[in-house]
């Protein structure tokens, strides 16, 4: 059987982290556009929710994937003109990551 040369034992098929991520997309004065916003990006298959900070309105974005899924979704929000996303939040998910086989 050939062996592995200088590669950990599954190298090809590499495991990457998963991460929960919290991006802040918009902030509004009125809950109207805010959700106006929620709704364009839940259509796009996004998980958001609304915070309240002071007399704003956020909209935030739940992410689990990893840092290629974030880019991905930064990229994403910036084709729909709403420029970079500050992140807010970014936790390991513990023992859970994704098999890529690219």
């Known amino acids: 059987a050939a062996q592995n040369q200088g590669q950990a034992p599954g190298a090809t098929a590499t495991q990457e982290q998963l991460y929960d991520y919290v991006f802040q997309a ?20 996004l998980r958001t929710r609304l915070q309240k900070s002071g007399k704003v309105q956020l909209v935030m974005i739940n992410l689990r994937g990893t840092e290629r899924d974030a880019d991905n979704l930064r990229e994403e929000l910036k084709r729909m003109k709403l420029g970079a996303p500050i992140q807010t939040s970014k936790k390991a998910v513990p023992g859970k990551s994704r098999k890529t086989a690219r």
């Open 26 to 45: 918009a902030a509004f004065k009125g809950e109207d556009d805010a959700n106006r916003l929620r709704k364009r990006l839940e259509g796009r298959g």
